[in-house]
T-cell receptor, first 112, second 117 residues
Framework: GESVGLHLPTLSVQEGDNSIINCAYSNSASDYFIWYKQESGKGPQFIIDIRSNMDKRQGQRVTVLLNKTVKHLSLQIAATQPGDSAVYFCAETPFGNEKLTFGTGTRLTIIP | GAVVSQHPSRVICKSGTSVKIECRSLDFQATTMFWYRQFPKQSLMLMATSNEGSKATYEQGVEKDKFLINHASLTLSTLTVTSAHPEDSSFYIC?????????????FGNGTRLTVT
């Protein structure tokens, strides 16, 4: 079936460096994409979202890029901090459908 | 911002007993809530969609008689794991959607760690 997947299960980044987490999706009907951060023992925390009519969106220290041609999504975290260590999930849903499909997740570790 | 509260955060029960997990939207009305299950080091898998005032919609492979969902008000949905077995041990997470805000980010509770002995 349709799925959302990630290329890298783990990523280690030196504190202060930038990190990029990638996500591939296969559902061409996907219209809304979200990145979540999940710390150990907690629920997912919203980071940033993007709709399919955009290819880039920026937040505080985070940027999401969407390439609909190759069905690829990425999350860039600038100037990483120890608190950024967590598992990051991308999620997608077709417009008007709130049933999210989650990717497999990437564990980001920030090295002090 | 919108907050979803989940209770309890941890529960240990004996095999064969039932466990109820509550999911509340604290500062908004949630016509729809979602229940997810997450095994260690895995992603979230949607179990069911809980609709206020109507029956829940279960995903394929999820036993509706085992995972009872009730959404009696716009701020509360409950998931009851009936006749729990060790294989039901997992992290259960709910999320809620604000009324009328399609495609707004879903807000998640902090999950319930269920351990069945």
């Amino acid at each position: 079936g349709e799925s959302v997947g990630l290329h890298l299960p783990t990523l280690s980044v030196q504190e202060g460096d930038n990190s990029i987490i990638n996500c591939a999706y296969s559902n061409s009907a996907s219209d809304y994409f979200i990145w979540y951060k999940q710390e150990s023992g907690k629920g997912p925390q919203f980071i940033i979202d993007i709709r399919s009519n955009m290819d880039k969106r920026q937040g505080q220290r985070v940027t999401v890029l969407l390439n609909k041609t190759v069905k690829h999504l990425s999350l860039q975290i600038a100037a990483t901090q120890p608190g950024d260590s967590a598992v990051y999930f991308c999620a997608e849903t077709p417009f008007g459908n709130e049933k999210l499909t989650f990717g497999t997740g990437t564990r980001l570790t920030i090295i002090p | 911002g919108a907050v979803v509260s989940q209770h309890p955060s941890r529960v240990i029960c004996k095999s064969g007993t039932s466990v109820k997990i509550e999911c509340r939207s604290l500062d908004f009305q949630a016509t729809t809530m979602f229940w997810y299950r997450q095994f260690p080091k895995q992603s979230l898998m949607l179990m069911a969609t809980s609709n206020e005032g109507s029956k829940a919609t279960y995903e394929q492979g999820v036993e509706k008689d085992k995972f009872l969902i009730n959404h009696a008000s716009l701020t509360l949905s409950t998931l009851t794991v009936t006749s729990a077995h060790p294989e039901d041990s997992s992290f259960y997470i709910c999320s809620a959607s604000s009324f009328g805000q399609i495609n707004s980010p879903l807000h998640f509770g902090n999950g319930t760690r269920l351990t069945v002995t």
